[in-house]
């Protein structure tokens, strides 16, 4: 038999939906390109994403110091604040608090949150530590955090007990989850045990999987240049129940696996819509190789996918 632990759902929340992992556009010098990535910002919005993830793996964050993760901040002013998620999450809390707290001044009240994710072997009492830490520095009643669960990268992972934990210390401030596993069954587990727990998917391949079983969406890398398609078959599956566009979701999507996210998308960005612009992205990261794209393109006609970009 599942425990359950059901969420308090008694607060205004992030958007549901289709969400884009948002890259960050670079300048020639690396800096932030304020005016691209707010034209993107707004291409992605225009064109059926329900609302943007800044600053997440795919926004390159953990490349950028707290000042420019700031900087970040200030330049979505213009930006309805329902429709923004930040990530805030480093490995020192005091970083953490800074940044959340520089982005609530901001309007902003939804937040993704990495694991401190140095230390490999902490236990749920240092976890539960530090985001005590967080909520009781910036304060409970302002804050939606969605924990983000990629233990691939992070090397930390949310267990379902410390999720659990998490939920009785903090009811009103722990909402949801990123869950970036890629894996059906551990995001059904999740499903089952939290009821009311705002689950979104790490990839469109499990969106409308995820939406029947109860969770509220995906946060995806690939909607920065699938946005379109994946907007068409979310409305399509909620007029008539139809997931026959799904299939051609899922080969789309599988034409980037493999591939480092940031490099490939930047790289098909900047040869879709001839701006060299996109061609920057700071180390250790890099655009993906000619022939990479050049395969990745063909893979595209084959599937007779053309979008068009910005």
Not at 227 to 237: H, N, V, Y
Not at 273 to 297: C, G, K, S, Y
Request: negative net charge; charged residues 20%; hydrophobic residues 40%.
């Amino acid at each position: 038999m599942v425990t359950q632990i059901r969420v308090r759902m008694n607060r205004s929340f992030f958007s549901a939906g289709a969400i884009t992992a948002n890259l960050t556009p670079l300048n020639a010098d690396l800096t932030v390109d304020e005016g691209l990535l707010q034209d993107h910002c707004r291409f992605l919005l225009n064109n059926g994403s329900d609302g943007l993830a800044l600053l997440g793996t795919t926004g390159e964050a953990n490349s950028f110091s707290v000042a420019e993760r700031k900087q970040i901040v200030e330049a979505m002013d213009e930006f309805d604040r329902d429709k923004l998620m930040v990530g805030t999450g480093c490995c020192a809390y005091t970083e953490t608090i800074e940044l959340t707290q520089h982005a609530l001044d901001h309007g902003i009240t939804n937040f993704l949150m990495l694991p401190p994710y140095y230390y490999k072997q902490v236990d749920d009492e240092g976890m539960l530590a530090y985001f005590d830490k967080i909520i009781g520095s910036v304060g409970a009643e302002r804050l939606h955090i969605y924990l983000y669960h990629f233990p691939k990268l992070a090397g930390v992972s949310f267990s379902h007990d410390l999720v659990t934990e998490l939920l009785h210390a903090f009811p009103e401030t722990i909402v949801g989850m990123k869950d970036s596993t890629g894996d059906p069954q551990h995001m059904q587990e999740v499903r089952e045990m939290f009821p009311g727990f705002r689950l979104y998917a790490g990839t469109e391949k499990y969106l409308l999987e995820n939406l029947e079983g109860g969770g509220v969406g995906c946060i995806s890398a690939t909607a920065n240049v699938t946005i379109s398609l994946i907007a068409s078959t979310l409305a399509q599956w909620h007029a008539n129940g139809s997931k026959s566009g799904n299939d051609y979701l899922v080969k789309v999507r599988k034409s980037f696996e493999g591939l480092p996210f940031t490099g490939a998308l930047k790289s098909y960005l900047a040869e879709k819509t001839q701006n060299e612009a996109w061609l920057n992205v700071r180390p250790p990261n890099h655009p993906i190789t000619p022939n990479q794209l050049d395969d990745l393109i063909r893979q595209h006609e084959d599937l007779d996918y053309h979008p068009k970009l910005m």
